[in-house]
């Protein structure tokens, strides 16, 4: 993308147009090119205007901006920021949104402390949005969709063996694509995607609804048992700990690491030292390095590693970074990965 970046803001509120439209014009790499007031005015200014990004609300009349979302993105997929309220069941909502095709979202805060932060974490996120990969958005989906052939319940061979997944943009719906391919006997998964506090518990309560393994966000002392996936909660650091006769893991509130909480780099350099040999490590799409340096100590470590490649990646910065810094052994399509884990966990650690 040459020039500056395209924003067509739609809110049905005129205050927080002109907010969010002035203050986003202050950045010299944006440029509002339009506002609309819903739905219908949105997708006559998509087509007149071609935004690169958009900025989307939830609740709004006429047709609210997740219902939006599903008829807008088949036909004419663009990088989409939500920008919304958390009313009652607004992190339902907000994940909604991802799975209707949202690149991210950013909280409404129209207060006189918290606007500043707002723009700035929604400035952020439309320059990661503007580089997303909407190409194969289609294909993406129908491989995600894919979720509801259940996998088969017979036990994999891979006693010991732990499974490690770090994610960021994009990341939800990979997950959707991956995870609930395992069966239910198979070894644990510890998942980390860059999520707020809240969400996470959300997101693996909709996880749990799709996959045969049970899904759970983590808490300190859970163990780390086949069958089970345990998400890293939102603003906790995980780690996974040996203990007496197996694993458990540790969430606390610690620094961030790489910009986030909880850390991709955290969770690998834990499960590296911890499970040694017997890991595998996955990094899927999202922006920045996180993970990176954890992937490579697994790697280092004997463990296997692999990483998303970029044409099925909303955004290839994670994957990337683990691979040009040789901690991925290789890339891998999306809807070839979880076949890809499941032949790792077939192989003998030795090698």
């Known amino acids: 993308m040459s020039g500056r970046i395209r924003v067509l803001v739609v809110d049905d509120s005129a205050i927080?147009?002109?907010?969010?439209?002035?203050?986003?014009?202050?950045?010299p790499a944006i440029e509002i090119v339009g506002t609309a007031p819903d739905a219908y005015v949105a997708r006559d200014k998509i087509v007149q205007l071609d935004p690169d990004v958009m900025t989307l609300d939830i609740g709004m009349p006429k047709m609210d901006g997740?219902?939006?979302?599903?008829?807008?993105?088949?036909?004419y997929p663009i990088p989409v920021v939500v920008v919304s309220g958390l009313a009652q069941d607004g992190e339902a909502l907000m994940l909604e949104a991802l799975e209707?095709?949202?690149v991210d979202f950013v909280s409404k805060a129209l207060t006189e402390e918290g606007t500043a932060a707002m723009l700035a974490t929604l400035l952020a996120k439309i320059k990661v949005a503007a580089t997303a990969n909407l190409s194969t958005w289609k294909?993406?989906?129908a491989s995600s969709l894919m979720r509801v052939a259940a996998p088969s319940s017979q036990a994999l061979v891979g006693s010991g063996k732990v499974v490690a997944i770090g994610a960021s943009t994009g990341g939800t719906?990979?997950?959707?694509?991956?995870?609930p391919r395992f069966p239910v006997k198979f070894p644990p998964v510890l998942v980390v995607q860059h999520m707020p506090?809240?969400?996470?518990?959300m997101f693996a309560e909709r996880l749990n609804e799709v996959c045969t393994m049970e899904v759970k966000e983590a808490q300190s002392g859970d163990s780390v048992i086949e069958g089970r996936i345990l998400i890293a909660p939102g603003d906790l650091q995980m780690r996974i700990v040996k203990v007496p006769g197996g694993y458990e893991v540790q969430c606390n509130h610690e620094n961030l690491v790489n910009g986030h909480r909880p850390s991709v780099s955290v969770l690998m350099h834990s499960v590296a030292k911890a499970v040694g040999?017997?890991?595998i490590g996955v990094i899927l799409t999202g922006m920045g390095g996180d993970g990176a340096d954890g992937l490579l100590a697994m790697r280092q470590a004997r463990g296997r590693t692999l990483a998303q490649d970029q044409a099925t990646s909303i955004v290839f910065g994670m994957p990337d970074v683990a691979f040009k810094k040789g901690a991925a052994e290789t890339l891998v399509p999306l809807d070839e990965i979880a076949e890809r884990i499941m032949n790792l966990v077939h192989l003998s650690p030795e090698r």
């Open 173 to 179: 719906e990979a997950l959707r694509a991956v995870l």
């Open 16 to 27: 927080v147009r002109q907010v969010l439209a002035t203050g986003l014009a202050k950045d």
């Open 277 to 279: 040999l017997n890991a």
């Open 66 to 75: 997740i219902e939006f979302l599903k008829k807008l993105m088949p036909q």
């Open 100 to 102: 209707a095709g949202a």
């Open 139 to 141: 294909i993406r989906r």
């Open 197 to 201: 506090r809240g969400f996470t518990t």
